[in-house]
Nanobody
Framework: QVQLVESGGGLVQAGGSLRLSCAPS????????MGWYRQAPGKQRELVAI???????NYADSVKGRFTISRDNAKNTVSLQMNSLKPEDTAVYYC??????????????WGQGTQVTVSS
């Protein structure tokens, strides 16, 4: 089964930057969007950013202006550039791939997650 492989997490001080990347281990069919979710301890998993195959991107209000999602359609890879990081951005970040239709994202594949820790 095709898996999504994430890289780029780590520990950074507040105000710093990190870049997360995600690549599939094989070809994924029937998807038109990829995105990043995150889950902090004791909290529900939340959608951080999503980008469609046409390049249309949406962001959670909490990360607008600080995070940028990008995608290489030929390789089905997606990246998340995170700037001006805050301690509240600390979470496990999950790459996802699926179908986006009428503002609803149905995830077909999940990555294993990568830890992002922002120290104050």
């Amino acid at each position: 089964q095709v898996q999504l492989v994430e890289s780029g997490g780590g520990l950074v001080q507040a105000g710093g930057s990190l870049r997360l990347s995600c690549a599939p281990s094989g070809t994924i069919f029937s998807i038109n969007a990829m995105g990043w979710y995150r889950q902090a301890p004791g909290k529900q998993r939340e959608l951080v950013a999503i980008i469609t195959s046409f390049g249309s991107a949406n962001y959670a209000d909490s990360v607008k202006g600080r995070f940028t999602i990008s995608r290489d359609n030929a390789k089905n890879t997606v990246s998340l550039q995170m700037n001006s990081l805050k301690p509240e951005d600390t979470a496990v970040y999950y790459c996802s791939a699926g179908r986006y239709y009428r503002s609803s994202f149905t995830v077909d594949r999940w990555g294993q997650g990568t830890q992002v820790t922002v120290s104050s």
